[in-house]
């Protein structure tokens, strides 16, 4: 399994920026596909992340009602929908791919065993 993000780049506090993360390699039915960012020095924290089918979805707190995850699974691509950014924003931002669900484990890195390269977001005036 392979995912590929891209869509980063630099934008003034409260723009927006739409993130896209193209998979392949597989059948992903079970799949639950994620978002994490990471500053330096820090932990890669949970965006958001998404059920390959059905499509529930679920953010974190920071992000809740700025930032909506969403898939295409004919593009087999989801994005991360980035508005009224911050300059807290400011991270390299991964996907990520889990094989399977479980509620209580989607925010753990650990838990995801398929990743991206990072793509870069700045959030600056």
């Known amino acids: 399994v392979q995912l590929q993000a891209s869509g980063g780049g630099s934008v003034q506090p409260g723009g927006s920026l739409r993130l896209s993360c193209a998979v392949s390699g597989g059948t992903f039915n079970n799949y639950v596909m994620g978002w994490f960012r990471q500053t330096p020095g820090k932990e890669r924290e949970f965006v958001a992340r998404i059920r390959w089918s059905g499509g529930s979805s679920s953010h974190a707190d920071s992000v809740k009602g700025r930032f909506t995850i969403s898939k295409d699974t004919h593009k087999k691509t989801f994005y991360l929908q980035m508005n009224r950014l911050e300059p807290e924003d400011t991270a390299v931002y991964y996907c990520?791919?889990?094989?399977?669900?479980?509620?209580?484990?989607?925010?753990?890195?650990?838990?995801?065993?398929?990743w991206g390269q990072g793509t870069e977001v700045t959030v600056s005036s």
């Open positions: 990520a791919a889990a094989t399977h669900f479980t509620a209580s484990r989607m925010t753990l890195t650990s838990f995801y065993d398929y």
